[in-house]
């Protein structure tokens, strides 16, 4: 991967999980407490899309990023996509990168269920998770099947599209990057886009969502940035409002489009410094 800032320290390594290369992204304060970003479904480069917010918070927290299979600069590799092998993968690969928790998991999208379902089954991996405008269980549980079905035909129209030189353009976020990175950008989204993992993890959702919320709720703290949900579900906003009051969680709305932390990185990065602050790092 290249250099993301002159100025900006970082390590950028490839755990082997199930046989694969799975791409870690590491920079910040090394002592400080450890932010594990999960991208939401589709993100072609999670380590670039992050950084306008990541760069802000790095003077103080250890900055993580995981790119699962099929994102960023990890392999195309199509892995069982069930709730518990996602989390999994994702575990090994800290581990083998020498990033012990606990964590605070900050999901985007549908990583919010692998984020709830990691504190299920290791609460004590996970001080805290704050959602980058979080998908919850009772979201894909009002889509079903037909919803899920039609999204997954797009996604592999999409994608022949591409192969055959006929998708031209595509809107990335370019904000907060350098030329190099979205030249970069550029390439990993022509590599990556629509391909068979996410398309795998697309399958799997409704699956995903119902072993979440089967398993019940989860006690930590939690914050949630939430959109105004016109890119994504009619229900969206709603439905994160009934979630985080299940969970006792605190709620920011925004006035913004899904990718929140493209459209109100400062507001987010102040407001996780208080939240984490008053509830992990209390002295």
Not at 10 to 25: N, P, Q, W
Not at 114 to 130: D, G, M, N, S, T
Not at 181 to 186: F, G, L, P, S, Y
Not at 255 to 274: F, K, N, P, Q
Request: proline letters at 3%.
């Amino acid at each position: 991967m290249n250099k993301l800032k002159a100025d900006m320290a970082y390590r950028s390594e490839f755990a082997l999980v199930d046989g694969h290369r799975m791409h870690i992204f590491v920079t910040g304060a090394e002592s400080g407490t450890t932010l594990v970003f999960m991208s939401g479904s589709g993100t072609v480069s999670p380590a670039l899309d992050f950084k306008i917010l990541y760069e802000k918070l790095s003077g103080i927290y250890r900055i993580v990023v995981i790119e699962k299979f099929g994102y960023g600069e990890s392999d195309l590799h199509e892995a069982p996509c069930d709730i518990d092998a996602l989390v999994s993968f994702q575990r090994q690969a800290l581990s083998d990168s020498g990033l012990k928790g606990p964590y605070i998991l900050v999901p985007h999208s549908m990583s919010g269920l692998e984020a709830i379902r990691w504190k299920q089954l290791y609460p004590e991996e996970v001080e805290a998770i704050i959602g980058l405008d979080m998908a919850t269980p009772i979201t894909y549980g009002e889509w079903g099947p037909e919803m899920v079905a039609r999204r997954i035909r797009l996604m592999k129209r999409m994608r022949k599209c591409l192969e055959r030189g006929l998708l031209f353009w595509f809107p990335l976020n370019t904000r907060g990057l350098t030329k190099e990175e979205i030249c970069r950008q550029r390439q990993l989204w022509k590599r990556n886009a629509f391909n068979g993992c996410y398309v795998k993890e697309a399958e799997a959702v409704i699956g995903n969502a119902e072993a979440v919320e089967t398993a019940g709720g989860i006690d930590c703290p939690i914050l949630m940035f939430v959109s105004n949900g016109k890119e994504v579900s009619s229900n969206w906003r709603a439905n994160c409002q009934r979630f985080a009051g299940q969970m006792h969680a605190e709620m920011v709305l925004l006035d913004c489009g899904h990718y929140v932390h493209h459209y109100a990185s400062d507001t987010i990065c102040r407001e996780m410094e208080r939240f984490i602050a008053r509830t992990v790092n209390r002295t």
